[in-house]
């Protein structure tokens, strides 16, 4: 976007220092091109006389292929067939429209690819034990299916877990010893996102 507004404040700059100099050959034009009133009469009929000594041209013949049969290969004419190759430019306003309406379909299609990947989804909440696997660890992928399932889906994936000791009534036996098997930990998904 900065790369386009450089673009279009050069491009500005290039028409306004044109535009400058134009201006300035218009007004360093030669004396001739000024209307001669406040000349004397004397100098008048003088001026004549040398414009009677000049024998006239002919005019040049028309260029073919050139509109009108005749084009002036001037530094005007020149200054003209520049200012129309220059594109025409856009306002503020249109700009920040043209950009607005880019960043939204950019944001509609990344918005679309995210919802094709991961399908129409859901998040649920409950509690459901993780099983343990083969290796004793806790399979909470298997937990979070199963939480899913109980909402009417199909599969799931933890986002939350939780953990508790379980522990079996000798414990609360006064004077009892603990042993290493009198209580496990137990892991909970509390959370998935469901498919």
Not at 91 to 107: G, H, K, L, V
Not at 141 to 146: M, V
């Amino acid at each position: 976007m900065m790369a386009r507004a450089d673009n279009l404040i050069a491009q500005a700059s290039a028409r306004v220092v044109v535009a400058i100099l134009a201006t300035s050959l218009l007004l360093i034009a030669p004396r001739e091109a000024w209307p001669q009133a406040d000349m004397p009469p004397s100098s008048l009929g003088e001026r004549e006389r040398a414009e009677q000594a000049i024998p006239q041209q002919d005019a040049p013949a028309p260029q073919p292929g050139s509109p009108g049969g005749q084009e002036n290969p001037g530094l005007f004419n020149e200054l003209g067939k520049m200012f129309d190759k220059l594109p025409t430019l856009k306002s503020p306003q249109q700009t920040i429209e043209d950009f607005n309406a880019r960043a939204r379909d950019a944001a509609k299609d990344a918005s679309d690819s995210l919802f094709r990947l991961a399908g129409p989804s859901s998040m649920v909440s409950g509690r459901i034990v993780c099983p343990l696997s083969a290796n004793a660890a806790p399979d909470c992928k298997l937990g979070a299916d199963k939480l899913c399932q109980t909402k009417g889906f199909k599969e799931g994936k933890s986002l939350n877990t939780d953990s508790a000791e379980t522990c079996s009534a000798k414990v609360l036996i006064p004077g009892r010893a603990r042993k290493p098997d009198d209580c496990r930990t137990d892991n909970y998904v509390t959370r998935a996102l469901c498919q």
